[in-house]
């Protein structure tokens, strides 16, 4: 039987009048996020962020499993080096998922890891490994050894204070550090313990989620108790909103309960939920590289333009 041939509607001159002559291909979803991209990836062409007066360190907290800690250090830390900063990611959680984010082979048996750096046995310089992601931008890779830090450290002589001890300033200067990112495990253990001692900041990344809050109170108290006794300068100086998903009345009520707490803490920016932040890790990338145009990795740009300009502008006030 032979097919029937489909009809054709035929257009009237008005309807022709209304339609454009040729199609406009630069105002495809795919060409915007082209074009985004080409600017994002032109040397200068969003121009350099001012260096912090002083060295940053800043430790990525949040004992909550899976709220975007290693993303936001690892993405927060490609846009940074993007524009000319010099940024380190330490990586301190025994996943090693910011040394994977960042193009390291973390299971290399020879490898110079933060466990090495943390036992004394290797220098920060010996250490330290550029990323394949940007010139500017280095890491200190974990491996599974890791893992048995936790008790291993108990015993040893200024437990709280190796990670700080071992950051070398020299070296960081030497490599025109601008920025240390640590990124932390979930737990409140001695490595997160370490991570507050050796940093001045605190970002707590906070997922758009239910129960978004729950264990802030206990972070919060785990931050003042090391204010406290260990670190008197650590504060909490910025909030970063993620996996946001704009379809739902939850994340603008989570949002608006982060906001009402923290106050201007918490960036202007929010990370929207997307499918292409969580796959640029499998390809051992930042979203910067693995999609320059996506609203992913516009988000973290903003947010990092954002959290860079934000600690100049404080300084400047004091
Ligand atoms: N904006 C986002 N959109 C979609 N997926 C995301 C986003 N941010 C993070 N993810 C994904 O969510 C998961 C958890 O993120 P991530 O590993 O950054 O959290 P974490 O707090 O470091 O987790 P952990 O507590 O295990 O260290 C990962 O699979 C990650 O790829
Ligand atoms: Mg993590």
Redesign the pocket.
């Known amino acids: 039987m032979a097919h029937k041939r489909p009809t054709v509607s035929r257009e009237t001159t008005a309807d022709a009048a209304r339609q454009p002559q040729q199609p406009d291909f630069n105002d495809t979803p795919i060409a915007a996020a082209a074009a985004r991209a080409s600017q994002v990836l032109t040397p200068g062409a969003s121009g350099n962020l001012p260096r912090p007066p002083e060295l940053r360190v800043i430790t990525v907290a ?1 004992q909550k ?8 250090a690892v993405n927060m830390a490609a846009g940074l080096s993007l524009h000319g900063l010099g940024v380190l990611v330490i990586d301190l ?1 025994p ?1 090693g ?1 910011a040394s994977t984010a960042l193009g390291i082979d973390h299971r290399r048996p020879d490898i110079a890891s933060v466990y090495e750096l943390l036992l004394g046995e290797v220098s920060l310089r010996e250490a330290i490994q550029k990323s394949p992601s940007n010139e500017n931008l280095y890491c200190v890779p974990a491996t599974l050894d890791l893992a048995g830090a936790e008790i291993e450290l108990v015993s040893l002589v200024a437990r709280e204070n190796r990670l700080r001890n071992a950051i070398a300033h020299e070296t960081l200067a030497e490599f025109g550090i601008d920025y240390v990112l640590i ?1 932390c ?2 737990s409140l253990g001695l490595l997160t313990v370490n991570a507050m001692v050796a940093a001045r900041e605190v970002l707590i ?1 906070i997922q758009c989620e239910y129960y978004a809050l729950e264990g802030v109170g206990q972070l919060l108290r785990n931050i003042e108790l090391v204010q406290a006794h260990l670190n008197p300068q650590l504060h909490v100086s910025t909030v970063l909103l ?2 946001y998903d704009g379809r739902t009345k939850l994340a603008d009520q989570v949002a608006e309960e982060v906001r009402n707490h923290f106050g201007n803490k918490v960036l202007g920016t929010i ?5 292409k ?2 796959e640029a ?1 499998g390809y051992g990338m930042t979203i910067i590289e693995y999609d320059p145009g996506s609203r ?1 990795a516009m988000s973290y740009l903003d947010a990092a333009r954002e959290f860079a300009f934000k600690a100049v502008a404080a300084e400047g006030v004091q």
């Open positions: 949040n499993g899976g709220v975007g800690k290693t993303t936001t959680d996943q998922n990124d495990p979930p990344p993620t996996m990370i929207p939920r997307s499918v932040v969580s890790p992913g």
